[in-house]
């Protein structure tokens, strides 16, 4: 798989999905984070808005199922990027053909759910995570240059959970259960957030859900 395609059809989502959700009247515009919201980013400074207020959020998600599920947090920036998403108005999903689970969630991207914890609870969360049936859970790490655990922007590490793959109608009940451990902060399920999601495919089509 070339990356130039890859990018090719980043950049088809992210222009498909400015062109068809913001309007010159819109004024506040979220963007998340990852390297295809970086060409939602080109698009709105091609555009002529003057004044700004929230309206319309652009984000990318690291796999979506057809329910327009998401997980995101491949970045560790899953907290901030579930508030701008539940500031906004509408929520629109961008990303390339590698993301769309034919179905359900765990299909692509095998490294599981980022869970956001508080420091000192990463040890319990672990093994909370085990009995509620995760086949793996570990916590993320900074690599070599770094040495230690990711941080996020929220001085947070980041546990990276397998639940295998999660039934269509299966994503809130155990997002739910996630949540509630003490010491959990965000999960990087999105359920009930996008509103629509483009996809660039390899043949230069765009699916949108
Ligand atoms: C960061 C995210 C990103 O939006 C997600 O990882 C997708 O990134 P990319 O567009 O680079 O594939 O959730 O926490």
């Known amino acids: 798989m070339s990356e130039e395609l890859i990018e090719k059809s980043k950049k088809l989502a992210a222009f498909a999905a400015v062109n068809e959700n913001v309007s ?20 709105l400074g091609q555009l002529e808005n003057k004044e700004k207020f929230i309206y ?9 199922d057809t329910n327009l599920n998401l997980i995101k947090g491949g970045g560790a920036a899953l907290y901030q990027e579930k508030l701008v998403a539940s500031l ?7 990303a390339d053909f590698r ?10 991207w095998r490294k599981g759910v980022p869970i956001e914890v508080v420091p000192n609870s990463y040890v319990k969360v672990l093994k909370d995570l085990f009995k509620l049936g995760a086949n793996s859970a570990t916590l993320r790490d900074a690599g070599k240059a770094k040495a230690g655990p990711v941080v996020t922007d929220n001085g947070n590490f980041v546990i990276d959970a397998d639940f295998g793959e999660i039934p269509l109608n ?10 509630r451990l003490v010491g959990v902060v965000e999960t990087g399920f999105f359920v009930d957030y996008a509103e629509k999601a483009y996809i660039g495919n390899e043949d230069g089509s765009i699916t949108s859900l």
């Open 56 to 64: 319309v959020a652009f984000d990318g998600a690291d796999e979506i």
């Open 170 to 179: 299966k994503v809130k009940e155990l997002d739910e259960k996630l949540i």
């Open 88 to 94: 906004s108005r509408k929520f629109v999903v961008v």
């Open 24 to 43: 010159k009247s819109d004024r506040i515009i979220g963007v998340g984070s990852g390297s295809t919201v970086v060409y939602v980013a080109e698009r």
């Open 99 to 108: 993301k769309q689970s034919p179905e359900r969630l765990g299909h692509f």
